[in-house]
Every structure is written in structure tokens, then in C-alpha cells.
Nanobody, 130 residues
Framework: EVQLVESGGGLVRTGGSLRLSCAAS????????IGWFRQAPGKEREGVSC????????YYADSVKGRVTISSDNAKSTVYLEMNSMTPEDTAVYYC???????????????????????WGKGTLVTVSS
């Protein structure tokens, strides 16, 4: 059974940090691009960052560039999203998703549509208070 399980969400103050984790199982982790996406209330889901486990390449949305780092631990089949200098605009449900065909670039800019990625997690809520 394929699973993507997000964890690490919660409440943080403006300027604070969080590390989200996405634990994967049931597929060949090393052959997939893994992305983090978020959906704020009343807004469409958007790409935050993606990493290709095939070549290690990463891409970041302009809104988080310089504040966010994505990393992958193949031994643990887990992808992390380290977020710093957080603002209320970062408040959203954060999802991880996996796809066997997208590059990290394609994952970020095409992956937000549910059908565009092979697998999705159920999400973890991040709330940034002002």
C-alpha cells in the first residue's frame, strides 16, 4: 500500500520555524520526485518546493525562496521541508505528493493539480500567528 504521511505541522509565531516531514512507503522512493504543496483557506493549491530523488535537483516557489529548504533522506524514505522566518501568509494545509515522471521543475509548476501527481498525502496544518 502506498502511503505518504506528513507530520510536523502546528502553530508557530511570525518569524518562527517549522520542519515538516513526509514519510513515504509502498513505492520506489529513489525514482520519484517529491513535492510540497500548500492550500490556504479560499485559495488554490500551490507548489512550495520539489526535489527529484533521481538527480537531487530542487526548485522553490518565489514566495518561499531563501526561507525554505527541501531535503530528502533516501535511507528513511522521507522528505523534509524546513521553513524559517515564517509569516501569516504561510498559513495553509501542507501536502506532500510524489510522481515518477516529473522533474523537480515540472513537479513544482505542474504538480499542484491533484491528477498531476501519482500519490498524495492527507496534509498537515500549519498556522502562523501574527
Amino acid at each position: 500500500e502506498v502511503q505518504l504521511v506528513e507530520s510536523g505541522g502546528g502553530l508557530v509565531r511570525t518569524g518562527g520555524s517549522l520542519r515538516l516531514s513526509c514519510a513515504a512507503s509502498g513505492f520506489t522512493f529513489e525514482k520519484y520526485a517529491i513535492g510540497w504543496f500548500r492550500q490556504a483557506p479560499g485559495k488554490e493549491r500551490e507548489g512550495v518546493s520539489c526535489i527529484s530523488n533521481k538527480d537531487g535537483s530542487t526548485y522553490y516557489a518565489d514566495s518561499v525562496k531563501g526561507r525554505v529548504t527541501i531535503s530528502s533522506d533516501n535511507a528513511k524514505s522521507t522528505v523534509y521541508l524546513e521553513m524559517n522566518s515564517m509569516t501569516p501568509e504561510d498559513t495553509a494545509v501542507y501536502y506532500c505528493a510524489a510522481d515518477s515522471l516529473w522533474s523537480s521543475y515540472g513537479c513544482l509548476y505542474q504538480g499542484a493539480e491533484h491528477a498531476a501527481m501519482d500519490y498524495w498525502g492527507k496534509g498537515t496544518l500549519v498556522t502562523v500567528s501574527s
